[in-house]
């Protein structure tokens, strides 16, 4: 890759990345079950791109293939939302985001045994750097005091769902625009959280314009711009480096809640942003061939 187009696709990872971090803000704005508002954060976009995705699917011509890793990508990240969001009904926000984290792990393995990918040593200490990182912003002391019940083992499993999101959308993103797979996967995914939604009776409208508003900008912003931008990218930067950097999504998050929502940060969670920063660097230090 040449340097002006990876500066290019730094800089989309980047805004991805801040798109994303507000997602935890919109969420807890809208006041709804983490379900109902992941349903609206993918049919939001999904709605919005549905005249020139189809066009453009219309204009593709020959294997059709590539369209099922689309829709695989798609039920894989609906699966990923269900799952953190019923962890964090259950055991509350910190452990299962907390587990929910590990998908670069399950990411780096996932490369290494699919793809063949050499993960040299400086990967997995940086990666072991970033994810001590987000445990210090997302509390330490519950790092240590994880119990596996059931939210746990839920939050978990999402993680492994969201790994496997990354490693199908590397695969996918190959043969498919990103507008293409984009729109693909998001009519996937807002079916199957419909459809989640309604087995168990969540509620799906009458809400405030507060909350509305909220559940819009999680639609625009976080899904519409953030995954959007990480899709572009997945089809330029192997998915290690792509889910390793979207650690730094709680220190996002910790920096925004200060001004957002009257959020103080506190030092161990300073430290803990610092941790991140640094492991994610030697992350991509590592695999730009730099060792």
Do not use: C
């Not at 259950?90 to 490369?111: F, K, Q």
């Not at 492994?160 to 996918?172: C, E, N, V």
């Not at 899709?231 to 957002?260: H, W």
């Amino acid at each position: 890759m040449e340097s002006r187009d990876k500066f290019l696709a730094y800089l989309t990872l980047f805004i991805g990345l801040i798109a994303i971090g507000f997602s935890a803000i919109f969420v807890r704005g809208a006041g709804v079950p983490g379900t109902v508002a992941s349903f609206y954060r993918m049919a939001i976009p999904t709605i919005i791109l549905a005249a020139p995705s189809i066009k453009r699917l219309r204009e593709r011509k020959g294997n059709r293939l590539p369209l099922r890793w689309a829709i695989f990508g798609g039920l894989v990240f609906a699966l990923d939302l269900a799952f953190w969001a019923s962890g964090v009904v259950l055991s509350g926000a910190t452990i299962p985001t907390l587990l929910a984290n590990t998908a670069p792990v399950w990411v780096g393995l996932g490369a290494l045994l699919f793809f063949r990918e050499e993960l040299p040593r400086k990967f997995w200490f940086g990666l072991a750097i970033a994810l001590l990182g987000t445990a210090l912003v997302l509390g330490l002391e519950s790092f240590g005091a994880i119990s596996f019940d059931l939210g746990a083992l839920l939050g978990l499993i999402a993680g492994i769902f969201y790994a496997a999101y990354f490693l199908i959308t590397q695969i996918g993103r190959k043969s498919l625009d990103v507008l293409s797979y984009f729109w693909v996967s998001g009519v996937t995914a807002t079916t199957a959280l419909l459809i989640f939604n309604l087995l168990f009776n969540q509620p799906m409208w009458g809400f405030t314009p507060k909350t509305y508003f909220n559940l819009v900008a999680l639609g625009l912003i976080s899904q519409g711009v953030g995954v959007l931008a990480i899709n572009y990218v997945q089809g330029l930067l192997p998915a290690t480096i792509v889910s390793t950097t979207l650690l730094g999504q709680p220190v996002v998050t910790a920096l925004l809640a200060g001004p957002l929502l009257g959020e103080k940060l506190q030092p161990v969670q300073i430290v803990g942003g610092a941790a991140v920063l640094l492991g994610v660097y030697i992350v991509h230090h590592s695999r730009t061939g730099d060792r």
